[in-house]
């Protein structure tokens, strides 16, 4: 790829990021979470799965029974490029906590773009964790 053609991208790139918890280590548990962050995620950020380049899941240590990213799948991300990391064990770091980074194709400032921190994961970073509207059909 050349300079050339980074330069006529018609759209530009953002990330957008987010977090959520849940109690125990299951896996209905772990996709309704991960599906409501999802979608709020889109919704704050006025957008949908069209605009998704990439999207990243991360899982603390002691969720291991199902992958957030199948949460994902199960939401239609079939053209989506989807990839599970394991967050790194960190002394005093929260616990079962899923975080979620997407790339998307959005023409708007890196200002704008709106970060989602649900439940527990809201004491990672309180000053971005304005709750976003409801979601229609999202889970409570």
């Known amino acids: ?10 759209v ?3 990330a957008i990021r987010g977090a959520t918890t ?5 896996p209905a548990l772990i996709i309704e979470r991960t599906q409501e962050l ?13 605009a998704i380049v ?3 899941f991360s899982a603390t240590a002691d969720l291991r029974s199902i992958s957030p990213a199948t949460a994902a799948r199960r939401l239609g ?9 394991a967050e790194l064990e960190i002394d005093g770091a929260l616990y ?33 964790a ?8 999202s889970p409570s």
Do not use: K
């Not at 999802?38 to 069209?50: E, T, Y």
């Not at 304005?130 to 059909?137: D, F, I, K, R, T």
């Open 38 to 50: 999802v979608l709020a995620m889109l919704a704050v950020n006025a957008m949908g799965q069209d």
């Open 96 to 128: 079962r906590c899923i975080r979620a980074l997407f790339h998307v194709e959005a023409d708007l400032p890196r200002a704008s773009v709106r970060h989602v921190f649900l439940h527990g994961a809201v004491a990672l970073r309180p000053d971005l």
């Open 22 to 26: 849940v109690e125990r280590d299951d």
């Open 77 to 85: 991300w079939t053209e989506v490029p989807l990839f599970g990391l």
């Open 1 to 10: 790829l050349t300079g050339a053609w980074l330069r006529s991208s018609p």
């Open 12 to 14: 530009p790139v953002r």
């Open 130 to 137: 304005a709750s976003p509207s409801p979601v229609p059909g």
């Open 54 to 56: 990439s999207a990243f």
